[in-house]
C-alpha cells in the first residue's frame, strides 16, 4: 500500500510569491491534515479536511489556505510569502472515525529568501 | 484547546541502556495517545500509540504507559541501538479531527 506522498519535496522562493504544495493520501484515507514544522515551535496544526470540508482550522494567517478534492488528494496555498514561512510542511491522512492513527508524507522543505 | 508538555527536549543515552521520555497534557477527554519517530529528512512514523482505556502497552523494545488520572504518558525504550537516534513526539487526540504534539524529544544513542 503506497504512502502518504507529497509533493513537491523542496522548493525556494522569494519573499512576496505564493506557493501551491500538494498531497496524496493513502488509498482509502478521506481525512487529511497539514501542519508546518519548524525547530523552534515543533509540529504547529494548519488545517484539517474531510470530504472536501475543512473541518478544523489551526491559528495561522489569511495567507494560509488549503482545499481537498473529491480524490481527498489535498493542496495547501501560501501567498505574500514570508522569510518566516520557510518551514517543513507536513501532510497526514488517516481513516476517518474517531481518533485513529495518522500517517506523514514526507513533507515539503520550503525556503523562502 | 489541548495543551501537550514533552520532557526531555534531548536526551543523550548509552547503547544498551534505556531511555524514557514523559508527557503531559491538559484535557480529561483526551482519548488516543501516539508516539512518532521523526528520521533526518522524513517525515514522522508513528511508533506506538495507547488508547484511553489501556494503562500499558507493549511493542518489542518499546512500550508506551498511560496514567489518566495524572494525565501523562511516557515511552520507554529499552536494550537502545544507534538507529533509534531521532526525534521521538508525542501526540493527543480527543476527536481524531485534530492532534496537539508534543515539541520533540532529540534522543542520541552513543556507540
Known amino acids: 500500500k503506497a504512502g502518504v506522498t507529497q509533493t513537491p519535496r523542496y522548493l525556494i522562493k522569494t519573499r512576496g510569491q505564493q506557493v501551491t504544495l500538494s498531497c496524496s493520501p493513502i488509498s482509502g484515507h478521506r481525512s487529511v491534515s497539514w501542519y508546518q514544522q519548524t525547530p523552534g515551535q515543533g509540529l504547529q496544526f494548519l488545517f484539517e479536511y474531510f470530504s472536501e470540508t475543512q473541518r478544523n482550522k489551526g491559528n495561522f494567517p489569511g495567507r494560509f489556505s488549503g482545499r481537498q478534492f473529491s480524490n481527498s488528494r489535498s493542496e495547501m496555498n501560501v501567498s505574500t510569502l514570508e522569510l518566516g514561512d520557510s518551514a517543513l510542511y507536513l501532510c497526514?491522512?488517516?481513516?476517518?472515525?474517531?481518533?485513529?492513527?495518522?500517517?506523514f508524507g514526507p513533507g515539503t522543505r520550503l525556503t523562502v529568501l | 484547546g489541548e495543551n501537550v508538555e514533552q520532557h526531555p527536549s534531548t536526551l543523550s543515552v548509552q547503547e544498551g541502556d534505556s531511555a524514557v521520555i514523559k508527557c503531559t497534557y491538559s484535557d480529561s477527554a483526551s482519548n488516543y495517545f501516539p508516539w512518532y519517530k521523526q528520521e533526518l529528512g522524513k517525515g514522522p512514523q508513528l511508533i506506538i500509540d495507547?488508547?484511553?482505556?489501556?494503562g500499558e502497552k507493549k511493542d518489542q523494545r518499546i512500550a508506551v504507559t498511560l496514567n489518566k488520572t495524572a494525565k501523562h504518558f511516557s515511552l520507554h525504550i529499552t536494550e537502545t541501538q544507534p538507529e533509534d537516534s531521532a526525534v521521538y513526539f508525542c501526540?493527543?487526540?480527543?476527536?481524531?479531527?485534530?492532534?496537539?504534539f508534543g515539541t520533540g524529544t532529540s534522543l542520541t544513542v552513543i556507540p
Open positions: 495507547i488508547r484511553s482505556n489501556v
Open positions: 501526540a493527543a487526540t480527543y476527536t481524531g479531527n485534530q492532534f496537539y
Open positions: 497526514a491522512s488517516w481513516r476517518a472515525g474517531g481518533a485513529n492513527e495518522q500517517f
